[in-house]
């Protein structure tokens, strides 16, 4: 099963020691990859977002 | 004694029907019964040997309370070694058993595509104006919880005081990492309100220290002691704290931490200073400060953050690996854990946003405040709280958690063949595989044994005691070269052999 595993995509973790490299992108991009998905965000969220707030009640579980 | 951290997970998932008043286990039903239209999947799990209500301090309730399965809901095995099911009205899948965290990575996201499925069958058979929806969250915000529960193989050997006593300090800090996040904040008793943000969905819903209840009064520390394998040798850690997680990163590392550190506590090795005065309060108080900052107090008066108790777990938890050989779970894998858990930790502490891509309400956190600032919005508006609850929708359509850029850890291959094959390294192996191969012989099946139903002969029960037996390596070639079960059955008699010493 391991073997099936896709390897290369594993933590991006270098020493221990060192914090995680976030990727190398200039302020600019990383807001336009952010407007992008805000964008997404108010194609798919539920138009009445009070209604569906509201209506989604569950039993109680483990 | 060393034992292999066998682990998997089972969730409740969040139901909801538009366009027709369908009550929860009806809906519930209709995906389970949807999923189940293949013959092998018809299999019902075998109920009799469940035991909820035996608790790990000495107790037995089974006799004292009605248990508090529902006998009339649907139970399935499927040929992947799940369990896949109706309960408290809720669709519940429980993973098979694993060695590895990437492989219960990978069957817990199968878990996923099996709702998926049965969501889409579902549908397909129901009006056009109704639809069922399913959600990978743990809670309504309105006072209602729901469960993702983890489960761990441990050594009978090991005080069960002792190690709940030591896992505490971890099932209270760990959710810097693990939390699913959550807007609002809310309470058993029903008062909620939709202000704020909270790293953890049930860290609200937790009231008591230890315990044997799961739907109230939650414990941190569930007692519940159904080993579902040789009670002498092993326990089952079920671990019912932990928040169901979008991301795979943060499900491999909350699996991979808990695992190492339960070894550790196996192993009498758990610093002696690192307990938590007051774990009932601190595990509230933790998730609701996003900032990380706030600090809890200790047994021995100290006052530290959650960041600073994880430092500490992570430099005993190298100590522990550097002294002893840990085989726990696989090397290569306990290394790729502590790197990534020590580098999380790091920086959580200076720069937790870079973690977008990675941990859950972090990832909730950046949308919700983008979208809040995009649209001028307000703390407790519902859109905040409707982004919340659809970053865990599993309709891949309306799930925001799709769209929030969350890193791989697993191949999309990967995760379809986890859907149809079981785990080869357990006894879900075997499961898996005679129930794919012979179903209509099968007349139920559950974690430790299977019954078959043979011509002219009583119902024949084989027990699958050992959890790290049944393998491929032990009963692919048995499997391979029965044309019967009737044949298999003979094979494992055959040669002198046993059932133990064929493997299961």
Request: charged share 25%.
């Amino acid at each position: 099963m391991s073997g099936q595993l896709r390897k290369s995509t594993q933590p991006k973790v270098h020493e221990h020691t060192e914090e995680i490299e976030s990727e190398p992108v200039v302020q600019s991009e990383l807001s336009a990859d952010l407007e992008s998905v805000l964008d997404a965000i108010d194609n798919v969220l539920e138009e009445n977002a009070e209604e569906f707030v509201r209506s989604y009640v569950q039993k109680g579980g483990q | 004694m060393a034992v292999v951290k066998v682990c998997g997970i089972e969730t409740e998932y969040g139901i909801s029907v538009s366009g027709a008043d369908i009550d929860p286990i009806t809906a519930s039903s209709l995906l389970v019964s949807a999923y189940s239209d293949a013959s092998w999947s018809r299999i019902p799990f075998d109920l009799s040997k469940e035991r909820p209500f035996s608790d790990a301090r000495g107790v037995n309730l089974d006799d004292l309370r009605d248990p508090e399965i529902d006998y009339r809901s649907l139970n399935t095995v499927l040929v992947n070694g799940a369990r896949y099911y109706v309960d408290h009205a809720h669709p519940e899948y429980s993973s098979p058993e694993c060695t590895s965290v990437l492989q219960a990575v990978a069957f817990d996201l199968a878990g996923d595509e099996i709702l998926r499925e049965s969501v889409l069958k579902a549908n397909h058979r129901l009006p056009d104006d109704v639809s069922i929806s399913v959600y990978k969250n743990n809670s309504d915000g309105k006072g209602n919880s729901y469960g993702c529960h983890e489960n761990y193989l441990v050594d009978r050997n090991t005080p069960f005081s002792y190690l709940a006593s030591c896992i505490t300090t971890h099932f209270v800090t760990r959710q810097v990492f693990c939390g699913a996040g959550k807007v609002g904040n809310e309470t058993t008793h029903g008062d909620f309100d939709l202000f704020g943000f909270q790293l953890s969905q049930r860290a609200d819903f937790f009231e008591e220290e230890i315990g044997l209840e799961t739907t109230i009064h939650r414990p941190i520390v569930n007692t519940r002691d159904e080993p579902h394998c040789d009670s002498e040798k092993y326990r089952r850690l079920h671990v019912i704290v932990g928040d169901a997680n979008i991301s795979q990163f943060a499900t491999f590392l909350k699996l991979g931490t808990t695992a190492l550190i339960l070894s550790m506590i196996e192993h009498g090795a758990f610093p002696d200073a690192l307990f938590i005065a007051h774990p009932v309060s601190a595990i509230k108080q933790i998730s609701r400060d996003p900032t990380l900052s706030t600090q809890v107090l200790m047994h021995d008066g100290r006052r530290l953050s959650a960041l600073e108790i994880q430092e500490s777990l992570i430099y005993s938890v190298r100590s522990f690996i550097n002294e002893y050989e840990c085989t726990a779970l696989p090397a290569d894998e306990i290394a790729l854990i502590i790197e990534s858990w020590e580098a999380t930790i790091n920086t959580l502490r200076h720069s937790p946003e870079k973690l977008y891509d990675r941990i859950d309400w972090i990832a909730k956190q950046r949308l919700i405040q983008a979208f809040a600032l995009r649209h001028q919005l307000t703390n407790g508006d519902h859109r905040l709280k409707a982004i919340d609850l659809q970053y865990h929708a599993l309709d891949t359509r309306r799930s925001i958690a799709n769209r929030a850029g969350l890193m791989e850890l697993v191949s999309a291959e990967a995760i379809r063949n986890a859907v149809t094959h079981p785990p080869h390294d357990t006894r879900a192996y075997f499961r898996g595989r005679v129930l794919q191969k012979w179903p209509n012989t099968v007349v139920s099946a559950n974690w430790d044994s299977m019954v078959f139903d043979l011509p002219n002969r009583p119902l024949v029960r084989i027990e699958m005691n050992e959890p790290l037996r049944g393998t491929r390596r032990l009963t692919e070639t048995l499997i391979d070269t029965s044309n019967t079960v009737e044949e298999l059955l003979a094979q494992l008699a055959s040669n002198s052999c046993s059932t133990d010493s064929l493997g299961l």
